[in-house]
């Protein structure tokens, strides 16, 4: 005859993993994502009876070995993961679900291991995980995107600086200095010597509104001083 203690004891613990799965569940069907509700239930409640089956010795006082299994449970989910990963051209849509369903499945073995309440806090971490980092998530990816566009979006110029060499660090830093203040991006600033001790700068430098008129008065400016010979600007001609 079937301890009966033993018994309720494994049914509390496979509706535990149930109902924390379909809790987990819950927030990926909300967002309309592949795997919903049914999906992360049976995940977890099946990684419970998985730990059950592999934790308890049925012939004789139910001696518990709750890692005997959960190792498989792991290795065991990859083929789920697999299955809601679509590629959409560059983009790779379903990884958060996939990881939400190998989380569930962790909840399950706890369950199953019985370790409920353990569960119930992973259950509640992996929830806050899918909710509160999703808007710093989109916040940083808005962020590189704008990036990107800006980049895009800049004109490129050259600004040419001949001063001697004694003075290249001096007028190296005036340029640095000349090129920030008129709000342009400083990409590269690269030095080159010429016959009779002169060197000549050349800054890379974008602008995102394409207006010449700063880098003109750049231009002015570095000529104030007595240590720069020449300098000049021009426009950047874009790669092939």
Known sequence: MP??????????????????????GFERQWR????????????????????????????TTG??????????????IGFLGAGVILRDGANIRGLTTAATLWCAAAVGSLAGAGMVWFAAVGSLAILATNTLLRPISRFINRRLQDDVVDAMDETDYVLEVITSEKSEQRVRALVVQTVDLHEYTLRALDSRQLKHDRTRLM??????????????????RLMLDPKVTSARWWESEPED
Request: no cysteine; charged share 10%.
């Open 3 to 24: 301890d009966l203690a033993l018994l309720a004891d494994l049914s509390v613990r496979t509706v535990s993993a149930v109902l924390l799965g379909a809790l987990i």
């Open 32 to 59: 309309l994502r592949t795997a919903g509700i049914r999906t992360n239930a049976l995940v977890a409640g099946g990684a419970a009876l998985f730990v059950i089956v592999g934790a308890v010795d049925w012939n």
């Open 63 to 76: 001696t518990v070995d709750s890692t005997r299994v959960a190792a498989q449970v792991v290795s065991g």
């Open 203 to 220: 800054a890379s430098v974008g602008s995102h509104t394409g207006d010449p008129n700063g880098l003109q008065y750049a231009v002015q």
